[in-house]
T-cell receptor, first 115, second 115 residues
Framework: DSGVTQTPKHLITATGQRVTLRCSPRSGDLSVYWYQQSLDQGLQFLIQ???????AKGNILERFSAQQFPDLHSELNLSSLELGDSALYFC??????????????FGSGTQLSVL | GNSVTQMEGPVTLSEEAFLTINCTYTATGYPSLFWYVQYPGEGLQLLLK?????DKGSNKGFEATYRKETTSFHLEKGSVQVSDSAVYFC??????????????FGAGTQVVVTP
């Protein structure tokens, strides 16, 4: 158990809908990362938050947004969903800042299926 | 841009066989290199890492050496067990990136070890 909790584990929805994925990092970790794992794109970095602020952005679509709350949990919001958004979404956490080379602790993911 | 290329799977081995998974990379500067492992139904776990040329990362019998001259970070294990069956990901973190946790992953290699 990595200590990172993601909910829900599975999500089935329809095209055009909006969903929210939730992530609780390990106790004490300030950084939260979101990754998308899909069959065609593989594992891709989406976005990072550190202590409530956006720190780095990757290949995140404009229809997607994220935030990190004062209690350090994070939410990834996906809107106007398309079939191609079907993927496994991972959250990972780490203790430190972007300048600290530490390992990431991954949650077990949320499997999103858009029908 | 950065990229990681690893050998395609699945790789099927008998227990106690020798495992090698090839990984090569393209990056600006001097990236840090990682191997992550994903067991069925779980998130990724850091297996080992190397942060500079000629460093050898090792863990649980697995080893990989950072070879700058060949831009490679091949994973090896001398005697695999059934419990090593998983998907293995090679990844890099670019030193010039805005976030070390912004990892570039390879496509993953599935390893199946049979008794």
């Amino acid at each position: 158990d990595s200590g990172v909790t993601q909910t829900p584990k599975h999500l089935i929805t329809a095209t055009g809908q909006r969903v929210t994925l939730r992530c609780s990092p390990r106790s004490g970790d300030l950084s939260v990362y979101w990754y998308q794992q899909s069959l065609d794109q593989g594992l891709q970095f989406l976005i990072q938050y550190y202590n409530g602020e956006e720190r780095a952005k990757g290949n995140i679509l404009e229809r997607f947004s994220a935030q990190q709350f004062p209690d350090l949990h994070s939410e990834l919001n996906l809107s106007s969903l398309e079939l191609g958004d079907s993927a496994l979404y991972f959250c990972a956490s780490a203790p430190g800042t972007a300048t600290t080379n530490e390992k990431l602790f991954f949650g077990s993911g949320t499997q999103l299926s858009v029908l | 841009g950065n990229s990681v290329t690893q050998m395609e799977g699945p790789v099927t081995l008998s227990e106690e066989a020798f495992l090698t998974i090839n990984c090569t990379y393209t990056a600006t500067g001097y990236p840090s290199l990682f191997w992550y492992v994903q067991y069925p139904g779980e998130g990724l776990q850091l297996l080992l890492k190397a942060t500079k040329a000629d460093d050898k990362g090792s863990n649980k019998g697995f080893e990989a050496t950072y070879r700058k001259e060949t831009t490679s970070f091949h994973l090896e294990k001398g005697s695999v067990q059934v419990s090593d069956s998983a998907v293995y990901f090679c990844a890099l973190s670019d030193e010039v990136s805005d976030s070390w946790g912004k990892l570039q992953f390879g496509a993953g290699t599935q390893v199946v070890v049979t008794p």
